[in-house]
């Protein structure tokens, strides 16, 4: 019998670095690749043994082909030869003291056992709050995903980077800030967005705790950690039959004769939500603006301008605008199937899986002036009831009249509500006059409040902006393509449109006549207002 048969299999809780002749039966947990600089690339794992006991692997790019192949994550492997040496730094993916280095001599052999264990190692929030645990090693942490933030685009030495801000609670209310970055601010967010509810059970592994100016946060530790929403395991279905009875936020509707007290609001407000804490302007201190920001604007839908179109089709793989190429009719079993076939940049391919998403430019005044907004089809459902694929009744036509719009989108013709907009480097220098909007509160969202946390230069009666029940989404700045955008010139503009006081005659971008539909907007009464404060 050969060596590599005979040998012992030994639990990895027992390897020592004395000597490389080990052999040892592990699972692959995860994966990644990193940058070394004295190595170059190398291949990350994170490997555990039947009794859930893990350890830091690590593969150069030299043995990558031949050997990194092999192990493929969820697979259970017999590993022979190799060599430890002591597991340090910031970012310990596992409390092993040693870490497995795949050298040129080891062995991998494929093993005949099926076992799905992720081999969890779950800290309670309590125990993260309290500080006792060890930061450099990284930690597995399971929470509702509450508070959720904007997804945000900012420069880290120099080059963009996602972040999102949220709050994970566990199942006894405890709550811990995090934050992720780059790709795994955008697998939440988009994670959220699909979730029904809005707050998917988030599961982070590898999970780096940081302080960040002196609050304790989790967060990603760059591409070692892993990211799941709403995972097949038990311990999702024990936290969605938790909250399945939970009462619902509260919200101040149209209508309603009651007012919710204060102290409710607040209860209900998104601590979170920080275009609450963006300054508020009028359209002609929007216009006026010399400097990248973000603002809320309160202002009425003036008009729907048609010429862009209200929606487009963007592919379900990327979410990227897709242009149709074609369409296929074939016969199969004596009836006609029809077949769209559509080009996506991104994935340089004809795909037909799409779906129809809104792009919708307004029209707004206010007591100052006018501008345009465009909204994208995560924000336009706050506002919209139906949703583009509803609106479109299954049709994969492109627009043939930009003017006959639906009475959905009509509908919001003379309402008010308030817009968190972006002032841009194109809105600065190059004077672009279309906003893009990230956010969307409802008339029904607002609420007399002396209090707020919004810094204004206006009146008194400011308007303060609570979330009870948020229809809004923050906006995906990378998931749908943005055509609408100025291109800058070479000669920067200043030319900005000042303030009005008659309605302007021509209200699209060419002489074409808007399909206009006026809704009378109730204003509460100085008497409603006075009881909506006593409440």
């Avoid at 690590?58 to 590993?79: F, N």
């Avoid at 009509?410 to 509500?417: D, E, P």
Wanted: proline letters at 4%; charged letters at 25%.
């Amino acid at each position: 019998m050969s060596t590599a048969m005979a040998m012992k299999v030994t639990p990895l809780k027992d390897v020592k670095p004395y000597k490389s002749g080990w052999k040892v039966h592990v699972k692959v947990l995860h994966s990644w690749k990193q940058y070394n600089p004295v190595h170059g690339d190398t291949l990350e794992m994170v490997l555990s043994d039947e009794a859930g006991c893990k350890i830091h692997a690590s593969c150069k790019r030299t043995y990558m082909e031949s050997k990194g192949r092999l192990l493929p994550v969820g697979a259970w492997r017999h590993i022979q030869n190799f060599t430890l040496s002591p597991s340090t730094g910031m970012y310990r993916a596992t409390d092993h003291p040693f870490k497995m280095s795949i050298i040129q001599n080891t062995a991998i052999t494929r093993s005949p056992l099926i076992n799905e264990d992720m081999f969890l190692s779950l800290v309670d929030f309590q125990t993260v709050l309290g500080g006792s645990l060890k930061t450099c090693f990284l930690i597995d942490v399971i929470g509702q995903v509450v508070d959720l933030g904007d997804l945000e685009t900012i420069q880290v030495s120099g080059k963009p980077r996602m972040k999102i801000e949220f709050t994970l609670r566990d199942m006894n209310d405890a709550r811990v800030p995090c934050c992720l970055w780059g790709k795994f601010a955008e697998i939440l967010y988009e994670g959220c967005s699909k979730d029904e509810e809005g707050k998917p059970i988030c599961l982070i592994r590898f999970a780096k705790i940081g302080r960040f100016r002196g609050e304790l946060q989790i967060t990603n530790a760059f591409e070692a950690s892993l990211l799941l929403i709403n995972p097949d395991i038990a311990e999702t279905a024990a936290f969605k039959q938790m909250f399945v009875d939970e009462v619902k936020p509260l919200a101040i509707c149209e209508g309603r004769d009651e007012i919710l007290d204060l102290e409710e609001v607040k209860s209900i407000q998104d601590k979170r939500d920080k275009w609450m804490l963006f300054p508020k302007r009028t359209i002609h201190g929007l216009l006026e603006s010399t400097q990248v920001e973000k603002c809320l604007v309160e202002c009425e839908v003036y008009a729907i301008d048609s010429d862009w179109g209200w929606y487009y089709f963007g592919c379900c793989t990327c979410n990227k605008k897709v242009v149709k190429v074609g369409t296929l009719v074939k016969t199969i079993h004596g009836k006609e199937v029809t077949t769209h076939l559509w080009w996506c940049e991104v994935c340089k391919e004809n795909v037909s899986s799409v779906s129809p998403r809104f792009k919708l430019h307004l029209i707004v005044k206010d007591d100052t002036g006018e501008t345009k907004l465009m909204l994208l089809d995560q924000i336009a459902k706050g506002m919209i009831v139906e949703s583009a694929a509803t609106l479109l009744n299954g049709s994969f036509d492109e627009l043939e009249d930009p003017t006959d719009l639906p009475d959905a989108i009509l509908s919001v013709v003379g309402k008010t509500f308030t817009f968190g907009i972006s002032v841009e480097k194109e809105h600065v220098l190059y004077g672009s006059e279309i906003y893009k909007v990230g956010k969307i509160y409802r008339q029904s969202q607002i609420v007399f409040n002396e209090s707020a946390n919004v810094e204004s230069s206006e009146s008194d009666q400011d308007l303060a902006l609570t979330s009870g029940e948020e229809n809004s989404v923050n906006l995906l700045d990378n998931e749908e393509h943005i055509e609408c955008l100025s291109t800058p010139s070479t000669t920067p503009s200043t030319k900005r449109k000042g303030a009005w006081s008659d309605p302007p005659r021509d209200i699209t971008s060419t002489s074409k006549n808007l399909r206009l539909k006026t809704i009378k907007v109730e204003k509460m009464s100085d008497l409603d207002l006075e009881a909506g404060k006593k409440t």
